[in-house]
């Protein structure tokens, strides 16, 4: 089967510029230089139409970074995205309509000075979807499908509560009839109460319009109650890709394992992995080998100096650990 959405090889990194006193001091002799920062390395793994991926790790893993790459808002430094076969791009073909990206906080991706009738219809009548005599029946379509009534047509987005804000951007979202949602902890800034509420959405929209889903999070437990599969990033490298239940039940790499000692489970007691211990390093500087090598008390002089590659271990199982490989 074709996949929906292949990520070949794509890294992305950032040149984080010297300030005012590094250039000072270079002026006076010293070495400053500008520093790298590998958001994403060498990131490969392939979507199929219907699914739901779960991307999860801590801060600053790179799992946004990754996001923005596939929804066409960052180009890659190296590698490629393809969506059916096209490669993904920043400009304006109807393609990137097909992948579009909910983001965490919807008060800042929603012009504030725009009603909701027009957040709602300027990308679908600026693409040609929509005439704009056909806006509001459309607009009132789009707050239909997320739960909102006609009144919110005139409204502004600081009228609204965090909850119905997201709802306004996952209905801004649907509004150019995408197949592939890239949800970046889009529920991460709500109240516990409404993130239950918003995610049954999301699971419902799926349903109702055959959609794809890559739902970036770093709570587990919301990965696991919606993803398909689970893709797990530390320090900008895939590490673990598993179907859901391999991840909940026999997870395989040791930063996996301790992520989901994290978690709190009523079955408390029946695991007997340890929580991630330790800082997470700079990604400024990442440690050589395995990243993982420092925090891991399983870690020998391999780990230290050699990249684990991604192996299948069992069908539909990847994991980048040198204990699956050493004798
Ligand atoms: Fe730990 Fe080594 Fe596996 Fe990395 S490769 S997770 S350091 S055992």
Redesign the pocket.
């Known amino acids: 089967m074709e996949p929906l959405l292949k990520v070949s090889n794509v890294s992305r990194d950032f040149v984080k510029s010297l300030d005012l006193v590094a250039k000072f001091l270079n002026r006076l002799g010293q070495d400053h230089r500008e520093e790298i920062v590998h958001a994403v390395d060498d990131v490969s793994f392939e979507v199929f139409q219907g699914e739901v991926i779960g991307i999860v790790g801590e801060s600053g893993c790179g799992k946004s970074t990754l996001g923005k790459m596939i929804a066409g808002i960052l180009p890659p430094t190296e590698g490629s995205v393809h969506f059916k076969s096209v490669k993904q791009s920043e400009d304006d073909r109807p393609e990137a309509l097909k992948t579009q990206m909910i983001f965490q906080d919807p008060f800042s991706s929603l012009n504030p000075r725009k009603k909701v009738i027009e957040i709602l219809t300027e990308a679908p009548i600026h693409h040609g979807l929509i005439k704009a005599s056909e806006k509001r029946a459309f607009a009132l379509e789009m707050l239909n499908r997320v739960g909102l009534d006609s009144e919110a047509l005139g409204r502004y987005p600081h009228q609204f509560s965090g909850g119905q804000r997201q709802r306004i951007g996952i209905a801004r979202a649907l509004a150019v009839s995408p197949e592939l949602l890239v949800c970046d902890e889009s529920i991460a800034a709500l109240d516990v109460s409404i993130q239950a509420q918003v995610l049954n959405l999301f699971v419902q929209l799926k349903q109702d319009y055959d959609l794809t889903y890559l739902f970036i999070s770093h709570d587990i437990g919301v990965i696991e109650h919606i993803s398909d599969r689970v893709i797990v990033m530390y320090l900008g490298r895939v590490?673990e890709t598993a179907p859901i239940e391999t991840f909940v039940e026999k997870p395989n790499?040791?930063?996996t394992k301790a992520l989901l000692e994290g978690v709190p489970r009523l079955e408390i007691g029946q695991r007997d992995y340890e929580p991630v211990s330790g800082e997470i390093p700079s990604p400024l500087d990442p440690p050589s080998?395995?990243h993982?090598?420092p925090r891991?008390k399983?870690?020998?002089e391999?780990?230290r100096t050699v990249r684990?590659d991604l192996i299948e271990i069992s069908p539909g199982h990847y994991s980048?650990?040198?204990?699956n490989t050493s004798e």
């Not at 980048?320 to 204990?323: F, N």
């Open positions: 590490v790499h040791p930063y080998g395995c993982f090598h891991c399983f870690s020998n391999t780990c684990p980048a650990c040198h204990l």
